[in-house]
């Protein structure tokens, strides 16, 4: 099933409480704006909590969008964490050292 198939088969949702939408700063960009209208549209209906988790991509993609818009009219609460917020949690000094090794 294409992620398109993904997004579209979430039209027919009964009442979803929770959406996740994971990565999706790397979904074609047609897609983004299609995940994130189905999403919303869910709000007048069940009221769900909408989570988007995504490692920023490029300029112009669903997180930049988001992150451009006026506080006032952002429907999200926007949390931004980078890898020092992992620091002697989930990362060590010395495994960012290695990671920074890559030219990836």
Do not use: V, W
């Amino acid at each position: 099933m294409s992620l398109k198939d993904q997004i579209d088969s979430a039209r027919g949702l009964k009442n979803p409480s929770f959406i996740l939408l994971d990565e999706g700063d790397f979904f074609m960009p047609h897609e983004q704006q299609n995940a994130r209208d189905i999403s919303e549209r869910y709000i007048a209906k069940s009221n769900p909590y909408i989570i988007m988790i995504s490692t920023p991509n490029a300029p112009g993609m669903l997180f930049d969008k988001i992150n451009r818009e006026p506080e006032e009219q952002c429907i999200y609460k926007r949390l931004r964490l980078d890898y020092t917020y992992g620091l002697n949690k989930i990362y060590s000094n010395e495994d960012i050292a290695q990671a920074r090794k890559s030219p990836s």
